[in-house]
């Protein structure tokens, strides 16, 4: 079958052929339709990744949309998002082996691309301010790298669940209008002087009393400084450095909350809840993601964009 296999760590994946995958009892043999790529893809395959790498070769991708083929639980010819993590062959491929139990149904008349690109990403950016910490009615929210799907997800997902004020901050000034126009009451460049300063000024009043914080390091830092008493900041990355040299001040001073979020550590039936919830939704327009589908015949192109950091989200289409 087609795959995109990575065939060394450190290299971007490659067109080519693998095995069909063997369903064992429990799982599903699912036709895939289209993938979504992540970072967690491009860093498993760059050897960045805390869990670790496959053995090479190895099929790429984490997550996809597709039709099942076999199944103990799931009706075959059923449209479903699943989850195939990152220590087995990936989902990039014509066809691959999830558990049953990963498999979330998907209502009919589905578009396969927003259903992935709401999946890792999106939920990464909707579960901290629909689960982990709910936003709190008319709270003056932060969204730190908000010019990603993640950001914007969160952005929009804060505006829906009662935000009063909503702060989009980030570094490409196109992706900040598109914040803006997205629901965005203010943006800051990540490139100001005076970070903190500059939130607290966009935030208005004690500055932001609730931080959405994909990016970690000196942005962190700044929202920290920034942030109202009481505040909550969720990190849910690390984009911008593994450290974040919080002052005490901030921290007690505040007493702020800084609490962690990742889809890994949240139950399964969360995430399929509120990933339906999430995509209902987008299908009803109340939250917007932009979307580039590459052919898999490009799949090192799309692999490349997501590296360097795409504003859109990338998905691969494989079938259909």
Known sequence: MRAALV??????????????????????????????LNPIDVNVAAGRFYGGSPPTPYVA????????????SHTPGTLVWAHAGTKRNGALAELFCAPDAELVPLPE????????????A???????VAYRAPVREGETVLVLGATGTVGLVALQGARLLGAGRVVAAGRRPEALERARRLGADAVVSLDEDDLAAAFREACGGDGPEYVVDPLWGEPAVAAAAAAAPGARLVNIGQSAGPEAPFRSADVRGKQLEILGYSNFRTPREVMHREYLRLLGRATAGGIEVEIETVPFERVAEAWRRQAEGAGKKVVVEVGG
């Open 7 to 36: 065939p060394e760590i450190g290299r971007l994946p490659e067109p080519g052929e693998a095995p069909e995958p063997t369903r064992e009892k429990g799982e599903a043999l699912v036709e895939v339709l289209a993938v979504p």
């Open 61 to 72: 991708g984490s997550e996809a949309v597709g039709v099942v083929r076999e199944s103990d």
């Open 109 to 120: 008349g589905t578009d396969p691309a927003l259903a992935g690109a709401l999946g890792v």
């Open 122 to 128: 999106g939920l990464a950016g909707w579960l901290p």
